[in-house]
């Protein structure tokens, strides 16, 4: 199981909207808060089973299943809008759930009697969940409104990661790895605010996919019971 925690940024900018109809129409041009949060965790349950085994290599073949689970929120507040009114604010707030089957290879190499790397690859496939909510106030029309939307995506996705690990005695080791994700047909918060509704008096809620890059890296201490 893995969780690489939460992250948010936040900015005052000046600019403008743009939306539709009419055509070309666009907002005020005014300062406005804007504010990005994300939060990425997963899991996976694997079977090995070793293929080849050498006097310093050993590698193996591996299926399993995954979780990978990508929440965000993108939100603008304290903006005035062409609508007159005091204050207005828009936020997107989506989730991402990836449940699929993977397959693997992995590779151990013995550098020294101490020191051994590991590489692995894996890919997977499987069906992507976004749950995708839009709300405003005062933005295309006065007052609250909502939006919502949900769909099912299949998918595709791999990682890669290296491992080194050190050993101080029998049951201690150091470790340090680089782990590369990526999954396609993710939606970002925000793509999912549609300004091109605007008759309707509501920014609605879209489905406008791209994909996730994550890069990670850890060191740690390994106990072997």
Avoid at 185 to 200: L, Y
């Amino acid at each position: 199981a893995f969780w690489l925690g939460e992250w948010d940024d936040s900015s005052r900018q000046t600019g403008a909207f743009g939306f539709s109809p009419p055509a070309g129409g666009v907002s005020s041009i005014a300062p406005a808060t804007l504010t990005s949060e994300a939060e990425l965790w997963g899991g996976d349950l694997m079977w090995w089973n070793q293929m080849g085994c050498g006097t310093c290599s050993r590698w193996a073949l591996g299926i399993g299943a995954r979780l990978i689970r990508f929440d965000e929120v993108a939100r603008v507040d304290d903006w005035q809008p062409n609508t007159g009114a005091a204050t207005a604010r828009v936020e997107a707030d989506v989730e991402n759930q990836f449940v699929g089957i993977q397959a693997g290879v992995l590779y151990e190499r013995d550098i020294s009697s101490r020191l051994m790397v590991e590489l692995t690859a894996r890919g997977f496939i499987g069906k992507t969940r976004m749950e995708i909510d839009v709300s405003d106030v005062n933005v295309l029309s006065a007052g609250p409104h909502s939006a919502r939307l949900g769909e099912t995506e299949d998918t595709f996705g791999f990682d890669l990661g290296v491992q080194g690990r050190y050993q101080l005695g029998r049951n201690v080791a150091v470790t340090a790895s680089y782990g590369l994700l990526f999954l396609a047909d993710v939606q970002r918060a925000p793509d999912a605010m549609d300004f091109a509704q605007a008759g309707t008096g509501v920014v609605q809620a879209r489905k406008d996919t791209d994909s996730l890059l994550a890069h990670s890296f850890f060191i740690g201490i390994q106990l072997d019971l």
